[in-house]
């Protein structure tokens, strides 16, 4: 079996058009959605990915502003400028760029967004709504992906669905999501034993674990849908994922590659998330 890959960059592009037009209404009803993105220090890839999220923002017609603040800034500082966001009309979403230098404590800073403008999903309150299947933001990967599995009418329910990782921001939240679709799901992580017995029982695999190409078809089942959450930079400054997809993609029946797969849906669902919270502001 050849797997099918899903394109994450080409089913975002057609997810962005039609946000393209749905932005492009609600301006016409005087709503201009806009997300502001705060950046503590110059990490590159932290860089990288704001660039992109501009990127894709300024496409859509989405309005971004960028606050670069120094290393330096202490946790007070970041909350003061949060709360000034918070109280500020004319922004809809706030994201703040992770990881955040280690004197900050993340989950303050998490905490102390508006859940409404919490367009990253990462709020108590939102991951609270979401794990009793009510109306929110959801956190952008997870949904990233259950809508790759979608867009493919892969069927989730009743499925066996293995996560290897456990993170707040991408593990659990994307196996939460999975059971809210009625899927049976087993969550892996850095003390499971014998991790091979349970992904190969896996129909759908979601590999974020932060290992290069750790996963490859040994511990696949044939015919399984095989999510790659990784983004390992190689020494040569290539990006590659947590799954070996030249062996699993001959094993798996989807496939997701690394990069123009997870990566670009991520973005797309924060987009999706900026025009939820402008619509939710104005209503
Ligand atoms: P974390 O480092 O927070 O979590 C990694 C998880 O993998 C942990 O739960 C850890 O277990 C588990 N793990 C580590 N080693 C093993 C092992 N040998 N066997 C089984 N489990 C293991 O990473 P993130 O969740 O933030 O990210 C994971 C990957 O996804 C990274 O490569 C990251 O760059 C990428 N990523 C990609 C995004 C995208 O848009 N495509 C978005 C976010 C992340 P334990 O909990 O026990 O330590």
């Keep these: 079996m050849t797997a099918e890959v899903i394109n994450g960059k080409e089913l975002s592009q057609s997810l962005r058009n039609e946000m ?4 492009s209404q609600l301006k016409e009803q005087g709503i201009t959605p806009h997300l502001t993105v705060i950046l503590i220090g110059d990490d590159p890839a932290s860089k990288s990915y704001i660039r992109g999220k501009e990127k894709a923002s300024y496409e859509t017609g989405i309005s971004s502003e960028l606050i670069e603040l120094p290393s330096s800034t202490t946790e007070q500082e970041l909350l003061s400028q ?20 280690s004197h900050i404590h993340e989950q303050h800073i998490i905490e102390a967004i508006d859940p409404k403008k919490d367009v990253d999903g990462f709020h108590p309150v939102n991951i609270g709504r979401m794990m009793i299947g009510k109306d929110t933001f959801l956190p952008c990967t997870p949904h990233g ?11 989730i329910e009743g499925k066996n669905a293995v996560i290897i990782g456990r993170s707040n921001i991408v593990g659990k939240p994307v196996g939460q999501l ?3 679709e009625n899927a049976t799901v087993t969550y892996c992580h850095s003390k499971t034993k014998n991790l091979v017995d349970h992904t190969k029982n896996a129909d759908i695999l979601v590999a974020a674990v932060g290992r290069p190409n750790a996963i490859d078809d040994e511990f696949v089942k044939e015919g399984a849908a095989v999510i790659d959450v ?15 997809f030249d ?11 690394v990069p123009r797969g997870v990566g670009p849906m991520t973005i797309t669902m924060l987009l999706k998330n ?10």
């Design 145 to 155: 992906i259950i809508t790759m599995l979608k867009s493919r009418q892969i069927s």
């Design 230 to 244: 990784g983004i390992n930079r190689l020494d040569d400054g290539s990006l590659t994922g947590d799954v070996d």
């Design 82 to 101: 949060i709360y000034d966001l918070n109280d500020d009309n004319n922004v809809h979403g706030i994201l703040v760029q992770l990881p955040l230098p």
């Design 178 to 180: 999975l059971l809210n």
């Design 274 to 283: 900026t025009i939820k919270a402008a619509r939710g502001f104005h209503q």
């Design 247 to 257: 062996s699993v993609k001959e094993k798996a029946s989807y496939i997701t590659p």
């Design 20 to 23: 393209t037009e749905e932005v």
